[in-house]
T-cell receptor, first 116, second 110 residues
């Protein structure tokens, strides 16, 4: 149980275009979903927290107009990178919690984004 | 600003020995503490979490927490080559997202 999927697993896009990444909880309802970014040889950095039906809360330094997050249902959250630039190339990983009080976050397999 | 500090390594340990990984954190309000293992190109996988002072054991793994010293550690007994990975320490306050350290690269030498 507690499986989180991401789609696509990797994507290449041209500079200036937008790309959408989906995060789904397959066998549980995710009250909260988190989006992280990991640059090569760096650790995961929390980008934003999204709760179903609410606006996402972004971490300091993350542009909310560039990284659009939608958490339309208890099983799906999407991250759209708008007007992508090469510096947005990174490994994007989502995680989901079943309950607000849950200690555990279940991580998706990640999406490798390359902007050319 | 929450900070989590780890020695980046690499930490090299002979097969069958005990690997000891350490982590310190800055936020005294942190409520739960996690150890994740990450293989290259993959997302992290949870090894253990701990939220009370003391030790918590799960198979070959033991997590130790000392809130007064703001210190968390992970011991891996009978280390195997498959344990070679980057180990990430993470903290969480309430329902917040995780704050990760930069990770310790562990190498188990056959």
């Amino acid at each position: 149980g507690a499986v989180v999927s991401q789609h696509p697993s990797w994507v290449i896009c041209k500079s200036g275009t937008s790309v959408k990444i989906e995060c789904r909880s397959l066998d549980f309802q995710a009250t909260t979903m988190f989006w992280y970014r990991q640059f090569p040889k760096q650790s995961l950095m929390l980008m934003a927290t999204s709760n179903e039906g609410s606006k996402a809360t972004y971490e300091q330094g993350v542009e909310k107009d560039k990284f659009l997050i939608n958490h339309a249902s208890l099983t799906l959250s999407t991250l759209t990178v708008t007007s992508a630039h090469p510096e947005d190339s990174s490994f994007y990983i989502c995680s989901a919690s079943e309950r607000v009080s849950s200690y555990e976050q279940y991580f998706g397999p990640g999406t490798r984004l390359t902007v050319t | 600003q929450k900070e989590v500090e780890q020695n980046s390594g690499p930490l090299s340990v002979p097969e069958g020995a005990i690997a000891s990984l350490n982590c310190t954190y800055s936020d005294r309000g942190s409520q739960s503490f996690f150890w994740y293992r990450q293989y290259s190109g993959k997302s992290p996988e949870l090894i253990m979490f701990i939220y009370s002072n003391g030790d918590k054991e799960d198979g070959r793994f033991t997590a130790q927490l000392n809130k007064a010293s703001q210190y968390v550690s992970l011991l891996i007994r009978d280390s195997q080559p498959s344990d070679s990975a980057t180990y990430l320490c993470a903290i969480r306050g309430g329902a917040d997202g995780l704050t990760f350290g930069k990770g310790t690269h562990l190498i188990i030498q056959p």
